[in-house]
């Protein structure tokens, strides 16, 4: 029902910056609650930010807050993740979800298949 492509990762140096995409598409992208999260090898998966439907609220991990904002384009049925002042621990694969719940939010049922960000010295 609803399909999820990231794009946008690659290789920075410390102290970098990366804008992730999160392209959405089988089903009306404002009904949807989003989700970064990410993975690094040898640990399990981060959450790393959220978005209201309409783009009104974010919540961004401790652990990235004040470097990643995340944002939406409801027009576009897009998602994004600007990532500044990257850090080597900030490596992992990136993941975007959806969560489709109409009320109140529930769980993230659709993923993409992640992008690479890896930051280096």
């Known amino acids: 029902q609803v399909q999820l492509v990231e794009s946008g990762g690659g290789l920075v140096q410390a102290g970098g910056s990366l804008r992730l995409s999160c392209a959405a598409s089988?089903?009306?992208?404002?009904?949807?609650?989003m989700g970064w999260f990410r993975q690094a090898p040898g640990k399990e998966r981060e959450f790393v930010a959220k978005?209201?439907?309409?783009?009104?609220?974010?919540t961004v991990a401790d652990s990235v807050k004040g470097r990643f904002t995340i944002s939406r384009d409801n027009a576009k049925n897009t998602v994004y993740l600007q990532m500044d002042n990257l850090k080597r621990e900030d490596t992992a694969l990136y993941y975007c979800?959806?969560?489709?719940?109409?009320?109140?939010?529930?769980?993230?049922?659709?993923w993409g298949q992640g992008t690479q960000v890896t930051v280096s010295s």
């Open positions: 979800a959806a969560d489709t719940t109409i009320g109140a939010p529930g769980r993230y049922d659709y």
């Open positions: 089988g089903r009306t992208f404002s009904t949807l609650r």
């Open positions: 978005i209201s439907r309409s783009g009104g609220s974010t």
